[in-house]
């Protein structure tokens, strides 16, 4: 055996005090584990060591444990080696999916965001037409939103935002040119009909398949719940005792659910213990088994907890390597007593710890791939430091929820293309005379835009911070003309492919633009056609001032329900 082990003694298993053995602080322990009264002093001087909760420490995180990984864990312990470097250096792109990416809007989507540099991958049908229109060198991912086999979760890792311009296809009944002149034109210039896939199945049918394939890339607008109850929802880990056992202390601490402790009389976890500094110990911490597979957290910023605070400093700890004895990803945070509190702590705050030491060269915290949670209550802090709230004695802890969260200001995760009129099919009292053709074809076109309203309501039920944007008829001008946006599905016009393009870009920056929904056309009357000097063009735009006229809530269907309730 190491030479070390064999000259330590492990601890007996209770002490002598005055002639008799010390058996009543353990009994407090046990007492006071299971309730939530205890008042007596715990005394720091050397005490007994329980060498069978060490064990039972091993066995919860390691399963059944070996003589030799004992043993090699013990020496470890006492050699001071430092942790292997098991994590790689995290990527730093966040890709933009461009859904639709070989259609008029598509293709101008991707070609403007590779302009500005951005990452993107594009989810097409077809991979060689793919790469003849948008080049060699683009990132696709093949798949169908129609076929939700296709969508495959893997596919879609490295994803933070979606511009979705997919659409049904709309043609002329007598055909058209190979580059689909006719179409270019928009559809008052032909007699329309569907080709290919139905309405419901791209509009209705594929929106929920993406919705769904990507929803945990992009993130929720409030949050993702990890641990906890909350509303509906619950998500109760596996949580076990880590305390200074480990090294020969006496602390003890455990975790509950309390079906009626939390704010309300609703549930929450209790991290309750106590804690001392006998036998040179200090701390007790309540730790996740690794998760069954590591959790990505890209598309957030950081850790929420909803806690009871008691005036004392803690730290949560969380790891991206399954190994046993890790780098520790760690914050403290201060708790105000008797108050029911959220504690927020950036993914930037979490600094790389190993056994209460900083790691100064230990890769940055991923949040892609999060494995286990540790809350802990401990006597030091970080390099030598103490903790400045630590007290001998009983300590308890509701803890409600732990989420990810996303920071604000909040911007767009998630912006589809969708089309103007979509309301109007059902409006009482509206003259179709004067509506676009989609409008009045509504039926003969298999519901279109009874369709593409249903994809529209999907996504404002997602939970993803959105952006839905509703043009006029669509053609091939260039995008410099003044724009209007409108709100309420009222207004009639043309607009540029290539406008709604880079609209759509804008969008994913502003938080002016999240979870709003509006009709966007251009100035010129849609008989006039626009063009550009190319020696003198206009300014860019800055759609940010557009976005700041634009209300919550405004979608077109008010007037719907209106006319429901009057009825």
């Given at each position: 055996?190491?030479?070390?082990?064999?000259?330590?003694?492990?601890?007996?298993?209770?002490?002598?005090?005055?002639?008799?053995?010390k058996?009543r602080?353990?009994?407090?322990?046990?007492?006071?584990l299971?309730?939530a009264?205890?008042?007596?002093?715990?005394?720091?001087?050397?005490?007994?060591?329980?060498?069978?909760?060490?064990f039972?420490?091993?066995?919860?995180?390691?399963g059944?444990?070996?003589?030799?990984?004992?043993?090699?864990?013990?020496?470890?312990k006492?050699?001071g080696?430092?942790p292997?470097?098991?994590?790689?250096?995290?990527g730093t792109?966040?890709y933009?999916?461009?859904?639709?990416?070989?259609?008029?809007?598509?293709?101008r989507?991707?070609?403007?965001?590779?302009?500005?540099?951005l990452?993107?991958?594009a989810?097409?049908?077809?991979?060689?037409?793919?790469?003849?229109?948008?080049?060699p060198?683009?990132?696709?991912?093949?798949?169908?939103?129609t076929?939700?086999?296709?969508?495959?979760?893997q596919?879609?890792?490295?994803v933070?935002?979606?511009?979705n311009a997919?659409?049904?296809?709309?043609?002329?009944?007598?055909?058209?040119?190979?580059?689909?002149?006719?179409y270019?034109?928009?559809?008052?210039f032909?007699?329309?009909?569907?080709?290919?896939?139905?309405?419901?199945?791209?509009?209705?049918?594929?929106?929920?398949?993406?919705?769904?394939?990507?929803?945990?890339?992009?993130?929720?607008?409030?949050?993702?719940?990890?641990?906890?109850?909350?509303?509906?929802?619950?998500?109760?880990?596996?949580?076990?005792?880590?305390d200074?056992?480990?090294?020969?202390?006496?602390s003890?601490?455990?975790f509950?659910?309390?079906?009626?402790?939390?704010?309300?009389?609703?549930?929450?976890?209790?991290?309750?213990?106590?804690?001392?500094?006998?036998?040179?110990?200090?701390?007790t911490?309540?730790?996740?088994?690794?998760?069954s597979?590591p959790?990505?957290?890209?598309?957030y910023?950081?850790?929420?907890?909803?806690?009871?605070?008691?005036?004392?400093?803690y730290?949560?700890?969380?790891?991206?390597?399954?190994?046993?004895?890790?780098?520790?990803?760690?914050?403290?945070?201060?708790?105000i007593?008797?108050?029911?509190?959220?504690i927020?702590?950036?993914?930037?705050s979490?600094?790389?710890?190993?056994?209460?030491?900083?790691?100064s060269?230990?890769?940055?915290?991923?949040?892609?791939?999060v494995?286990?949670?540790?809350?802990?209550?401990?006597k030091f802090?970080?390099?030598?430091?103490?903790?400045?709230?630590?007290v001998?004695?009983?300590?308890?802890l509701p803890?409600?929820?732990?989420?990810?969260?996303?920071?604000?200001?909040?911007?767009?995760?998630?912006?589809?293309?969708?089309?103007?009129?979509?309301t109007?099919?059902?409006?009482?009292?509206?003259?179709?005379?004067?509506?676009?053709?989609a409008?009045?074809?509504?039926?003969?076109?298999?519901f279109v835009?009874?369709?593409?309203?249903?994809?529209?309501d999907?996504?404002?039920e997602?939970?993803?911070?959105y952006?839905?944007?509703?043009?006029?008829?669509?053609?091939?001008?260039?995008?410099?003309?003044?724009?209007v946006?409108?709100?309420?599905?009222?207004?009639?016009?043309?607009?540029?492919?290539?406008e709604?393009?880079l609209?759509?870009?804008a969008?994913?920056?502003?938080?002016?633009?999240?979870?709003?929904?509006?009709?966007?056309?251009?100035v010129?009357p849609?008989?006039?056609?626009f063009t550009?000097?190319?020696?003198?063009?206009p300014?860019?735009?800055?759609?940010?001032i557009?976005?700041?006229?634009?209300?919550?809530?405004?979608t077109?269907?008010?007037?719907?329900?209106q006319?429901?309730?009057?009825?």
């Open positions: 055996m190491h030479p070390q082990l064999l000259s330590c003694q492990l601890p007996k298993p209770f002490l002598q005090l005055n002639g008799r053995p058996y602080l353990n009994q407090r322990r046990s007492a006071y299971s309730s009264t205890y008042k007596d002093p715990i005394s720091a001087e050397k005490q007994g060591w329980d060498l069978g909760r060490f039972k420490t091993l066995y919860f995180f390691n059944p444990p070996s003589p030799a990984k004992i043993v090699e864990f013990i020496i470890e006492l050699s080696s430092s292997e470097e098991s994590e790689k250096k995290m792109s966040d933009v999916l461009v859904v639709g990416a070989t259609g008029g809007v598509g293709r989507v991707v070609n403007n965001l590779r302009k500005k540099g990452p993107v991958k989810l097409v049908r077809n991979e060689e037409k793919a790469r003849k229109m948008l080049g060198d683009i990132e696709l991912i093949v798949g169908d939103i076929k939700e086999s296709t969508l495959v979760a596919y879609f890792k490295g933070k935002k979606v511009i997919a659409s049904v296809i709309i043609g002329p009944k007598e055909g058209d040119t190979p580059d689909r002149a006719k270019s034109q928009g559809v008052k032909f007699e329309p009909e569907i080709k290919g896939d139905s309405p419901e199945m791209v509009e209705y049918i594929g929106m929920k398949n993406l919705i769904n394939a990507v929803k945990e890339s992009v993130g929720l607008r409030t949050g993702k719940l990890l641990f906890g109850f909350e509303d509906q929802l619950s998500k109760e880990l596996d949580w076990g005792a880590l200074d056992v480990v090294m020969g202390g006496v003890e601490s455990t509950q659910i309390d079906r009626t402790g939390g704010e309300g009389g609703k549930p929450t976890g209790l991290f309750k213990g106590i804690v001392s500094t006998a036998n040179n110990g200090g701390f911490s309540i730790r996740t088994k690794n998760f597979s959790v990505d957290l890209k598309a910023d950081g850790f929420e907890l909803r806690l009871k605070g008691d005036g004392r400093r730290k949560l700890i969380v790891r991206t390597s399954t190994d046993w004895d890790t780098v520790g990803y760690t914050a403290s945070f201060d708790t007593g008797g108050q029911w509190q959220s927020r702590l950036p993914f930037s979490l600094r790389p710890v190993f056994r209460a030491q900083t790691v060269d230990a890769p940055p915290f991923n949040p892609s791939n494995v286990s949670f540790q809350l802990m209550f401990s802090e970080y390099d030598g430091k103490l903790n400045p709230t630590f001998e004695g009983p300590f308890e803890l409600s929820t732990i989420k990810a969260y996303i920071k604000d200001p909040i911007t767009p995760r998630f912006v589809h293309v969708s089309s103007a009129g979509v109007r099919p059902d409006r009482p009292g509206i003259d179709l005379s004067k509506q676009p053709p409008v009045r074809l509504n039926k003969e076109l298999d835009l009874t369709f593409k309203l249903k994809g529209e999907l996504i404002r997602s939970g993803i911070p952006t839905i944007v509703r043009p006029c008829a669509l053609t091939e001008e260039p995008a410099v003309a003044d724009l946006f409108d709100q309420g599905d009222n207004i009639t016009g043309k607009i540029s492919r290539e709604i393009a609209i759509c870009i969008a994913l920056e502003s938080p002016y633009a999240c979870d709003k929904t509006f009709e966007v056309k251009s010129v849609f008989s006039e056609p550009v000097d190319p020696e003198n063009p300014p860019e735009k800055d759609y940010n557009y976005f700041q006229t634009l209300k919550d809530g405004i077109g269907k008010e007037s719907l329900e006319s429901a309730i009057a009825v």
